[in-house]
């Protein structure tokens, strides 16, 4: 079971390795939102459908103050050599190899059992503050609709549930609502 970070909180700062051999610091980017996309490993099919999506569509991220990163677990040279392979030149495939997997264990979307990170999306706003986090099935492409329709207008509001805890929920384009239970209140365990 994932113990995703929590929305609201500010995502833990990394330093990796692109395909391109640049180094990628977070706390250099703020200003600009930020989507972590975990993938599990390199040369997989689903994968590389979820990265091919997310390649797609970088001149809309580019439009909405978003930088796209691809994570994994693989080293340097297997994701540069996937991501030749691909054809891919503007999405940044960042190597969470060394120490293994220490970023994804730092959101919560490391699978010990598995030696790997889980198929997770989790954006960060321009102050680099958790707005979304979600995990997906192995087998399952994410969908970027609704990470899209989020970053084109989102709103951080505070509501109390029926319980009186504090959940950070964030109305997207079309006036979906989401909520995540906010950890930080009342001593509330994130891991329920």
Not at 105 to 120: I, M, P, T
Not at 141 to 163: A, G, H, S
Request: with cysteine; charged share 25%; glycine share 6%.
């Amino acid at each position: 079971m994932l113990d995703l970070i929590q929305m609201g909180y500010e995502g833990p700062d990394f330093c990796l390795k692109d395909q391109f051999g640049t180094y990628v610091t977070l706390s250099s980017l703020k200003g600009r939102n930020i989507l972590l996309s975990f993938h599990p490993l390199a040369w997989t099919e689903v994968c590389q459908a979820q990265v091919n999506s997310i390649d797609a569509h970088i001149k809309l991220f580019e439009r909405l103050n978003t930088l796209p990163f691809a994570l994994s677990v693989d080293s340097f040279a297997a994701k540069k050599a996937w991501s030749d392979a691909l054809g891919i030149k503007k999405l940044q495939f960042l190597s969470d190899f060394w120490p293994h997997g220490d970023v994804a264990r730092q959101y919560g979307v490391f699978v010990e059992k598995e030696g790997f990170s889980a198929r997770v999306n989790i954006i960060l706003n321009e102050k680099h503050e958790v707005i979304f986090a979600k995990g997906y099935e192995l087998g399952e492409v994410p969908n970027l609709r609704e990470i899209i329709f989020l970053l084109k207008d989102y709103t951080q509001t505070e509501i109390p549930n029926l319980d009186m805890e504090i959940q950070r929920c964030l109305k997207d384009a079309v006036g979906r609502t989401v909520c995540m239970k906010d950890s930080r209140s009342k001593g509330i365990d994130a891991t329920n």
